[in-house]
């Protein structure tokens, strides 16, 4: 089966960077986009870009760009989202989410358990 | 970037009643790349409908999407009480993805 296990629950000060990491196993890693989404208390679902693997390429949304750096590590199945200069309005819950066979475009079946990062002084 | 626009903001229906939820896009979304997703707390969002109108493995027939270019609906037949919870449109189309902003279908 898919499963898709992410690191722990952080807390940290504004200023901050932060490194989420998603460990992939049950597929070929290779093969699948993976996403990050996140959701801030209250608030709704929150796109913030995708890696693809095979080619190492990555796509950010707009309002993240210049912040977030997303890499992948090939021998380990593993992704990393990482963040930098945190504010409070960064603190929600963090998804990996797997995207479809060959597009880096694509809905998601297979979630995360998602990680919760707390921003605060 | 595609902004999407879900309405109502809060439907409040009971237990067999017909659920009808709207997801309008900014411009059109490309192949009716439109997906729908149940939320509910502590839990990983769920994938009911991809492609617009497809239903996802395992999703229970009482739900069905429909829709092209900018307006899209999501539609529960009949009610169950699993089925309370909070549903997002997203569009997959573009080199970004965006979501909605939810609606939430409560008891009433």
């Known amino acids: 089966q898919v499963h898709l296990v992410q690191s722990g629950a952080e807390v940290k000060e504004p200023g901050a960077s932060l490194r989420v990491s998603c460990k992939a196993s049950g597929y070929t890693f290779n093969s699948y986009s993976m996403h990050w989404v996140r959701q801030a208390p209250g608030q709704g679902l929150e796109w913030m870009g995708v890696i693809s693997p095979s080619r190492d390429t990555t796509t950010y949304a707009q309002k993240l760009q210049g912040r977030i750096t997303m890499a992948r590590d090939t021998s380990t199945s593993t992704v990393y989202m990482e963040l930098s200069s945190l504010r409070s309005e960064d603190t929600a819950v963090y998804y990996c989410?797997?995207?479809?066979?060959?597009?880096?475009?694509?809905?998601?079946?297979?979630w995360g358990q998602g990680t919760l990062v707390t921003v605060s002084s | 970037e595609i902004v999407l626009t879900q309405s109502p903001g809060t439907l409040s229906l009971s237990p067999g009643e017909r659920a009808t939820l709207s997801c309008r896009a900014s411009q059109s979304v490309s192949s009716s790349y439109l997906a729908w997703y149940q939320h509910k707390p502590g839990q990983a969002p769920r994938l009911l409908i991809y492609g617009a109108s497809s239903r996802a493995t395992g999703i229970p027939d009482r739900f069905s999407g429909s829709g092209s270019g900018t307006d899209f609906t999501l539609t529960i037949s009949r009610l169950e009480p699993e089925d309370f919870a909070v549903y997002y449109c997203q569009q997959y189309g573009s080199s970004t993805g965006t979501f909605g902003q939810g609606t939430k279908v409560e008891i009433k």
């Open positions: 989410a797997r995207g479809r066979l060959g597009y880096t475009s694509s809905w998601y079946v297979y």
